[in-house]
């Protein structure tokens, strides 16, 4: 285990369009996480003492929490860090200010994900985010000037949202990633009630432009939705993407951890809500089989241009991969879906826009060989 997710689920508000483990701090509740945080880091540090090569805080909101928090969450973690290990933060504008990142430097971030989402005042106020936009420019301005690495959070396609001049926003200010998706509906969620819905044309043309505009800016689209400058690319996703173990703690985090067994290739863990958390409920384990592992890391790993490395996964599940996949993958590969190189697959412009269509037809060819073994 080299890498680390830690949810905190604090915000300062819920925004219409969340679906996230998320809530409103309460009395006395953000200490009450920070000591279940310090329990469950020393019970996964007994299994997986390795040192870490990147740490992710999400959220909700990390940077709403006030700096003793930050310094008592970071403290609970008893892990070596490598040296050049890559430390995110998200943080929403709003909740920092020049001094609050000078202080978050001094914690060891080197990386901050910051939830801009739209440089218009009026998408931020449909969205229901509590910053403006100067305050998201001022954000990224400091951040930068402290040598921080900064990825953005910009989503696409919203009503009546001008994506060209948000994303030539974006482009301009020397950032070195950018995560630009479109809206998800959510069922439940405040939007959802509304009955809004996502134009499918607009998407696709709103994704184009980001592609036009972001790579004229050097910043190179690396997955289905993130852009980054050569070498500047998300270290802790691409674990996720690549299917490699991780760790989660806190309230409904995701674990994935590889066993090296013949007929449970790895397991995913997933923490209840932060009140059964803080009972002590165990995780959720799932047990990843060899067909549910090659299919999970087929649909992981064609989100990113590198692709997937067949060799690698038949080691991993013992499946003949490269011989069951060998027809299908030539057909996609015809249509300009897939590139075939050696022994890996890898996806186009139009497979990362089509994506869902290609792992179709790869899941489609593996259960049509392996379904019965594996029922």
């Not at 009450?32 to 003492?49: D, M, N, Q, S, V």
């Not at 690396?222 to 703690?249: C, D, I, K, T």
């Not at 409904?252 to 809500?273: D, I, Q, W, Y």
């Not at 890391?297 to 060799?311: P, S």
Request: proline share 5%; glycine share 8%.
């Amino acid at each position: 285990m080299r890498h680390l997710y830690l949810h905190v689920p604090f915000c300062p508000t819920i925004c219409p369009y969340c679906d996230f483990h998320v809530l409103r701090r309460t009395k006395g509740a953000v200490a009450i996480y920070l000591e279940g945080l310090e329990k469950e880091a020393a019970r996964l540090f007994e299994l997986h003492p390795e040192s870490l090569d990147t740490i992710y805080v999400g959220g909700g909101t990390p940077s709403f929490l006030r700096d003793a928090e930050l310094e008592s969450l970071f403290a609970a973690l008893p892990w070596a860090v490598d040296e050049g290990a890559e430390v995110t933060l998200e943080v929403n504008p709003g909740t920092v200010n020049h001094r609050r990142l000078e202080f978050i430097k001094g914690l060891g971030v080197n990386r901050l994900s910051i939830g801009v989402q739209s440089f218009s005042d009026e998408t931020l106020h449909f969205l229901g985010r509590t910053h403006d936009a100067a305050s998201a420019r001022k954000t990224v301005a400091e951040a930068l000037e402290l040598g921080f690495s900064v990825s953005l959070d910009l989503m696409l396609a919203l009503p009546g949202q001008n994506v060209r001049a948000d994303l030539e926003t974006a482009a301009v200010l020397g950032v070195d990633h950018v995560s630009a998706y479109t809206l998800q509906i959510e069922p439940g969620t405040p939007l959802a009630l509304q009955k809004l819905a996502t134009e499918p044309d607009d998407e696709a043309a709103a994704f184009a432009l980001a592609r036009e505009i972001l790579g004229a800016a050097g910043l190179r689209r690396y997955e289905v939705s993130n852009y980054a400058r050569p070498g500047a690319e998300s270290r802790h996703n691409l674990a996720y993407w690549r299917m490699n173990s991780w760790g989660g703690l806190g309230p409904a985090a995701a674990g994935h951890f590889l066993t090296g067994e013949e007929k449970v290739v790895s397991r995913r863990t997933t923490n209840p809500p932060l009140p059964r958390w803080l009972a002590g409920e165990p995780p959720e384990r799932v047990a990843l089989g060899p067909l549910d592992f090659a299919k999970e890391a087929l649909m992981m790993g064609l989100r990113i241009r590198e692709g997937v490395d067949l060799r690698q996964l038949e080691e991993r599940t013992g499946l003949e991969l490269r011989r069951t996949l060998a027809s299908a993958a030539d057909e996609l590969a015809g249509a300009n879906l897939l590139g075939l190189a050696g022994d890996r697959l890898s996806p186009t412009d139009a497979g990362l826009d089509r994506l869902h269509e290609v792992i179709l037809r790869l899941w489609e060819t593996l259960e049509a060989v392996y379904s019965a073994d594996f029922s």
